[in-house]
């Protein structure tokens, strides 16, 4: 089989969405597969999250909607058996379905979390004459719709669609990430992603407020960038608040993102939703246990005893925290090996691949529906 896998943005700034395109494309390869990606060259200032043979880089498009010609001039002139389009309301997931279909091929949509109803909120009119107008047929012809988890695949069908629906989660490159747990010289506290209020990172430093004396000897460590007057409230507040021990690293990649992820005792995520949350398998997989707003689809945390999934408000978040600190460093190293072991065996990049085999296996080739595959 021969599949293409498109994507807008591959850089480092674009973030979960080409990490994990890249690992699924990878894992792939790795089992045989013929799979390449297209997608634009990085803005100014960014980067590619990874460079391999199988990328086919165009130039970079300031268009609001990523509309370039190029992009259907390479679909147009490069024709495969199978094409996979990752994100919706731009121009690469419009132009892959209609080429696909005048091809005759199928094709897959993976929505990227953008079909939540806290992301439809933003900008619904324009959204919603897009669905009417183009995206609701594309969601209609597909193949498959690909969903990173469950409560994904929920708010699909509430759009009113019937395709089928793969639910199939991001994968976690755990062989250059994972390392023993081991002691940390003190308590700490992290947040890791986009700075954007949407994130609610402020209920963070308002726990850590509320805990008061009982994290002197502690550090809240946030790393990241993106909005920078979201960033100057959050140092803001910190200093109203007179916090002496809140650290913003800024932004963070390669070995000083996993260095930093591996300084943590815990991690926290405050977001009202994530469609997946890469950062959490990332932090697992290092050892890392996570305590993460029930925005998140991590239920897994509580099921398997390497963090706490919660109601995403000050005072649960506070009384978390504290549980967090108060934990045995033995127990916090037991849920760590907790949190390793959920990683290796359902989101690694070899059990992630396979599956999505067995997924191209069934739409290409007639196989065995697979059971991850709801109808």
């Not at 506070?318 to 600190?325: F, G, K, L, N, P």
Request: charged share 20%; net charge positive; hydrophobic share 40%.
């Amino acid at each position: 089989m021969k599949v293409l896998h498109t994507i807008p943005g591959f850089g480092v700034s674009d973030g979960g969405p080409s990490q994990s395109v890249f690992y699924t494309v990878m894992g792939l390869q790795q089992q045989g597969v013929d799979v390449a990606i297209l997608t634009y060259q990085p803005r100014k200032g960014d980067t590619f999250v990874a460079h391999a043979s199988f990328i086919n880089e165009l130039p970079v498009t300031a268009s609001h909607f990523a509309y370039s010609p190029l992009f259907k001039e390479f679909l147009v002139n490069h024709p495969f058996d199978l094409y996979h389009t990752q994100a919706i309301w731009q121009y690469p997931t419009y132009i892959t379905a209609k080429i696909a279909r005048k091809n005759k091929r199928p094709y897959i949509i993976t929505p990227r979390g953008m079909i939540y109803p806290q992301a439809l909120k933003k900008s619904a009119m324009q959204k919603r004459l897009m669905y009417i107008l183009t995206l609701k047929k594309d969601l209609d012809q597909a193949a498959v719709i690909q969903a990173t988890c469950m409560e994904e695949m929920q708010h699909i069908r509430a759009l009113g669609v019937k395709t089928p629906i793969a639910v199939i989660p991001n994968p976690v490159d755990f062989a250059v990430k994972d390392i023993p747990t081991g002691t940390k010289d003190k308590v700490r506290i992290g947040y890791l992603g986009r700075l954007h209020p949407r994130k609610n990172i402020e209920r963070l430093i308002y726990a850590w407020d509320q805990l008061g004396k009982r994290v002197n000897d502690c550090e809240l460590i946030i790393i990241g960038a993106g909005d920078d007057s979201y960033l100057q409230y959050l140092k803001n507040e910190t200093k109203r608040l007179s916090l002496n021990n809140v650290i913003f690293t800024g932004f963070l990649s390669g070995a000083e993102k996993d260095n930093a992820i591996g300084s943590l005792s815990y991690l926290v995520v405050p977001s009202d939703f994530e469609n997946f949350g890469m950062i959490i398998p990332e932090a697992l997989i290092k050892g890392v246990p996570v305590i993460a707003s029930k925005g998140t689809p991590w239920e897994e945390l509580n099921t398997h005893h390497c963090g706490w999934w919660v109601d995403n408000d000050v005072d649960t978040l506070t009384m978390t925290i504290e549980t967090a600190i108060n934990i045995p460093e033995d127990q916090r190293k037991e849920m760590g090996r907790n949190g390793q072991k959920l990683i290796k065996e359902n989101y690694s990049v070899e059990v992630v691949a396979k599956k999505m085999i067995r997924l191209y296996d069934w739409i290409l080739n007639g196989r065995a529906k697979p059971e991850f595959v709801f109808t």
